[in-house]
């Protein structure tokens, strides 16, 4: 098959990029803006069909979640209007397209894992335009695929996992938020995910993906300078109250991942287990 992955210099793509080693049968085409720009309509269009693409995997995003409430048409454009363009170039050639979201598309006040029907409900700008481009994606495009996903992090781009590594090296002391309770997702582990979706075939609809297990973003911090060996940085609670922010964080975002489980076959690493090996390959950079 010709594989399309857009945002291919992202964490996300980086990620992809090297798990395509692994699967050699397949012909890539990898961008990022400079090769293809996909708020391009006719761009898009004739990219897909010039290149016979028979897949597409959407990994380019605008995710600075507290910059986007002040740049509400870059972060459309981004996340809603371009893969609108993705799924109509998909669907005039017959492709599949993998579209990747976000737990923001939910508000957050639950307080059981999220599963695929729940009612969503965004209240920030990222949120909703992710939300629009999932709506704009399954309404053009019959082979399409929403993953969303959560808290991801990699050892390629900038990071919460590389930043608290940063700070827990540079300071004595850290306050990170412990009211928001989320999972974090190594995006090799969803590169496995979305390739094995490629190879069974992609079944449409909405999945949700992210390691297994659950914690705060004070515990995920405390198992970094742990796994890092980082014992000189007194890690302190946080409520999110004290550390405003312009957008607001859903304060309860663990997503069940139990229809990806079943359709695929898939078994997914528990967070602290892969963020041993992230931590790993760091250190070997």
């Not at 990620?15 to 803006?33: C, G, I, K, N, Q």
């Not at 996992?161 to 009211?179: A, I, P, Y």
Request: charged share 20%.
């Amino acid at each position: 098959m010709n594989i399309l992955i857009t945002g291919a210099n992202g964490q996300l793509g980086n990620e992809m990029r090297t798990l395509s080693a692994e699967h050699p049968a397949h012909t890539y085409f990898f961008t990022d803006v400079e090769e293809l720009d996909i708020c391009n309509a006719e761009g898009v269009k004739a990219f897909v069909k010039d290149n016979h693409i028979d897949i597409i995997v959407n990994c380019a995003a605008y995710t600075a979640v507290d910059k986007a409430e002040d740049n509400v048409e870059l972060c459309d454009k981004l996340n809603h209007i371009a893969p609108g363009y993705l799924a109509e170039a998909a669907e005039a050639c017959g492709a599949g397209l993998v579209q990747i979201s976000t737990d923001y598309v939910f508000d957050g006040t639950a307080y059981i894992p999220y599963t695929e029907d729940a009612p969503t409900c965004p209240n920030s700008v990222y949120g909703r335009t992710k939300l629009a481009g999932e709506q704009a994606v399954m309404s053009r495009c019959t082979r399409a695929m929403i993953i969303r996903t959560a808290w991801l992090y990699s050892t390629f781009g900038n990071n919460f996992v590389k930043t608290m590594l940063r700070l827990g090296r540079e300071r004595e002391s850290l306050g990170v938020v412990f009211d928001q309770i989320g999972t974090p997702t190594y995006a090799a582990d969803l590169a496995h995910a979305i390739f094995e979706a490629i190879e069974q075939g992609i079944q449409p609809g909405i999945y949700h993906f992210s390691n297994e297990g659950v914690c705060s973003w004070y515990d995920f911090t405390l198992a970094i300078h742990r796994l890092a060996g980082i014992a000189t940085c007194k890690v302190s609670p946080l409520h999110t109250d004290e550390y405003p922010a312009k957008a607001p964080r859903p304060h309860y975002s663990v997503l069940d991942k139990t229809k990806l489980k079943q359709t695929y076959g898939i078994e997914i690493p528990h967070w602290e287990t892969s963020l041993k090996t992230c931590i790993q390959k760091l250190e070997l950079k």
